[in-house]
């Protein structure tokens, strides 16, 4: 790819993950021009960018990935050079209560992208790149062993995870049937600062913090393989740049952990922080009714990515834990805006708990 001057769309940027690679793409490449299409549903937040929003190489354009004129619009006036496409509804339990609305968003939205980009570049694909960041849920649920492989046959359980299979696979055919140069990453569990407080780690940060149940779904024993968001930024900065067209790379922690067992340490940790004696906060976990569907493990051999590109996690589970306990206890305002208004009836909704 292009590394002199580019101008790159990254959609989703307000987001959890999208806002740490704006950062990274904003501050590493100040002579590239960074757009970044958001559309600030719930899981949206432009605090997340707050240090720098002022940067003169960065733009910030509000707008709906599922409108197909508005998409076309703003592919013509800015003229991109490349895409990293992160926009999307990205919550399993959401998908579970309204499909519909990942299907717009993560199948309709994806193809308007691919159709505006293949328009502006179809004359010449020299030095373009539409880049998809996907998921490890497209590959289902694994038995107690084995691990997830770029080969591993598609298998999606739930209406996210088979939306956003549905994407990838578009983005697949656009390259085969019309020459589009893109590349795809199928990543595991992110964690870190800034992440919605839907999703578990942030969930039991915010309960813990409150003194509210913590609940675990099922039996607890679903396990995940959670990787920093920070070494994901690096790894997608990394694939953008140096990955091969027409390729697919998994990224993953080498980290799995039991849901339960996450938990727990979740406890000790913030026990330490919060200078609880030690169990105060394991006396919240709550065993509630599993979610539907709910794929019992993921983990991702990511030894493609490591050789070919060199990446691997260059922060430890504890580390990264920590810091994240970090930022939600020095940023109670982040917390406390996220969750006041719809997120209260979201929450009566999904756990019925107060
Ligand atoms: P997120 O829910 O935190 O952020 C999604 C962002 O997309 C939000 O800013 C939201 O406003 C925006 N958005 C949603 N619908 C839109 C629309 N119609 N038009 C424009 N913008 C819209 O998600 P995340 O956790 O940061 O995930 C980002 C991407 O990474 C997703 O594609 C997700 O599938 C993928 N992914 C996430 C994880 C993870 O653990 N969080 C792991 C692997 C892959
Ligand atoms: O694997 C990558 C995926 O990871 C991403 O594609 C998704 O966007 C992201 O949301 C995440 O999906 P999960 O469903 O694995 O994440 P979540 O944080 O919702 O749940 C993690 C595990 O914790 C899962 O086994 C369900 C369980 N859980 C979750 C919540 C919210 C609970 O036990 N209780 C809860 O309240």
Request: with cysteine.
């Amino acid at each position: 790819m292009n590394t002199t001057s580019q101008r790159v769309l990254i959609t989703g940027g307000a987001g959890f993950i999208g806002s740490h690679v704006v950062r990274r793409f904003v501050v590493n490449y100040p002579n590239y021009y960074i757009y970044n299409l958001d559309a600030l549903t719930y899981a949206g937040n432009l605090e997340n960018l707050k240090d720098i929003e002022n940067q003169s190489n960065y733009t910030f354009i509000k707008g709906d990935i599922t409108d197909a004129s508005f998409i076309d619009f703003i592919f013509k006036k800015y003229n991109f050079d490349g895409v990293i496409h992160l926009a999307a509804e990205s919550h399993v339990d959401r998908s579970i209560t309204d499909p519909l609305a990942f299907v717009k968003t993560n199948v309709i939205g994806t193809m308007n992208l691919l159709n505006a980009a293949k328009e502006l570049w179809k004359d010449d694909f020299t030095g373009k790149r539409f880049y998809h960041i996907s998921t490890d849920e497209v590959y289902g649920s694994l038995g107690e062993t084995g691990l997830f492989k770029e080969d591993t046959a598609y298998d999606p359980n739930s209406p996210y995870s088979a939306s956003k299979a549905s994407s990838d696979h578009f983005v697949r055919a656009y390259g085969e049937t019309y020459g589009l140069p893109y590349v795809i990453t199928n990543c595991s569990n992110n964690y870190g600062p800034n992440h919605f407080p839907e999703k578990l780690i942030p969930l039991f940060i915010n309960n813990i913090i409150q003194n509210k149940p913590l609940p675990v779904y099922g039996d607890g024993k679903q396990t995940r393989d959670w990787l920093f968001v920070i070494d994901h930024a690096l790894a997608i900065d990394l694939v953008f740049h140096k990955g091969k067209n027409h390729e697919t790379y998994n990224i993953g922690g080498f980290n799995e952990w039991k849901n339960i067992d996450l938990v727990k340490l979740l406890c000790k940790l913030m026990d330490q922080k919060l200078n609880r004696k030690e169990g105060e906060s394991e006396k919240l976990i709550t065993y509630v009714k599993d979610r539907p569907g709910h794929d019992l493990r993921y983990a991702i051999d990511a030894n493609k990515i490591k050789k070919e590109l060199g990446w691997e996690p260059s922060v430890t589970f504890e580390d990264g834990l920590v810091n994240t306990i970090e930022w939600y206890l020095n940023n109670k305002s982040w917390l406390n805006n996220v969750t006041s208004g719809s997120y209260k009836d979201y929450y009566k909704k999904q756990y019925h708990l107060n």
